[in-house]
C-alpha cells in the first residue's frame, strides 16, 4: 500500500534553515508528481511546493519563493523540502502528498516551529 512518511522537521530560530524528507513506498514514486502542503494551527492546508515527476517542472507557493527549494531522488523514492531563511510564520505541520488513481495519499506530518 502507499505510505509516505515525513521526517527532518523542528525547532529552528527565526533565519535558520530545516530540511525535509518525504520517503515513499507503495507505488512507482518515479511516476508521480510529489507536493508538499503545510497547515498551521487554525488555518487551512496550502499547497507549499510541487514537483514533476523528473524536477523538471516546479511550483512555489509566493509566500515561499527564494526561500524553499523542493527536490527528490527518484533512486531513492524520496522528495525534499530545503527550508531556507525560515519565518515565525513558516510554523505550522508539514506534508507531503501524492495523487495515485484519484486518491491523495498523505503522509502524518513533521512539525516545523520557527521561534526564538
Known amino acids: 500500500q502507499v505510505q509516505l512518511v515525513e521526517s527532518g522537521g523542528g525547532l529552528v530560530q527565526p533565519g535558520g534553515s530545516l530540511r525535509l524528507s518525504c520517503a515513499a513506498s507503495?507505488?512507482?514514486?518515479?511516476?508521480?508528481?510529489m507536493r508538499w502542503y503545510r497547515q498551521a494551527p487554525g488555518k487551512e492546508r496550502e499547497l507549499v511546493a510541487m514537483?514533476?515527476?523528473?524536477?523538471?517542472?516546479?511550483n512555489y507557493a509566493d509566500s515561499v519563493k527564494g526561500r524553499f527549494t523542493i527536490s527528490r531522488d527518484n533512486a531513492k523514492n524520496t522528495v525534499y523540502l530545503q527550508m531556507n531563511s525560515l519565518k515565525s510564520e513558516d510554523t505550522a505541520m508539514y506534508y507531503c502528498?501524492?495523487?495515485?488513481?484519484?486518491?491523495?495519499?498523505w503522509g502524518q506530518g513533521t512539525q516545523v516551529t520557527v521561534s526564538s
Open positions: 502528498k501524492v495523487v495515485k488513481g484519484r486518491v491523495e495519499y
Open positions: 507503495g507505488f512507482m514514486f518515479s511516476s508521480y508528481a
Open positions: 514537483i514533476s515527476t523528473a524536477g523538471v517542472t516546479i
